[in-house]
């Protein structure tokens, strides 16, 4: 099952957030729009983004500044850069904080779309080389009385791990019988 990339849509031009908010959801994309990086901070702090397109000028907390901040509370979300052609030197600040793209504005509208879609596959596997990659480590050398249902935090941490990257995994885990013998314990986030 595909989901639609989760789009946050960040500029302080409300006009221009409305319009290209609307072309994104006939898209098919879920958009959710904020004019401002202090609101995007916020919103990125109780839901989860694929991809954030940020306008690098902004009053308050400006585009490099609110990518910087968006990395830190989705570390797997994808940013890309709006800039106007006054701005690159400010882009090439925002680099720093490991950009998907910067575009020009007014960007391409074709162009803007195939980013968002490649940011997101981007978005979905550096999540899920995350999560095998703990799950490895939660499962290395561990025998049944020592699983996660016994205890062990780590089954916890994986669902969250997959809720944060939002894919859907059935987990077995070894549980104990009284027989001494290993029976599977599904878990689904």
Known sequence: MKTAPRVLLIDDEVTFLEYLG?????????????????KALEMASSQT??????????PGIDGVETQRRLKE???FMECIVLTGPRSIQTALESGRHRAYQYLLKPAEYEE???????AHALSIKSGQEKFDKRLQELFKGRTASQGPENGGHGAQELLGTSRRIRTHVAVLLPKASLLGKAFPTLLCP
């Open 49 to 58: 983004f694929d991809v954030a397109i940020v306008d690098l000028k902004m």
């Open 112 to 118: 803007l779309v195939k980013n968002i879609k490649e």
């Open 22 to 38: 609307k072309r994104l959801e006939r898209e098919g994309f879920s958009v959710v729009k904020a004019d401002s990086g202090e």
């Open 73 to 75: 509370i989705q570390p």
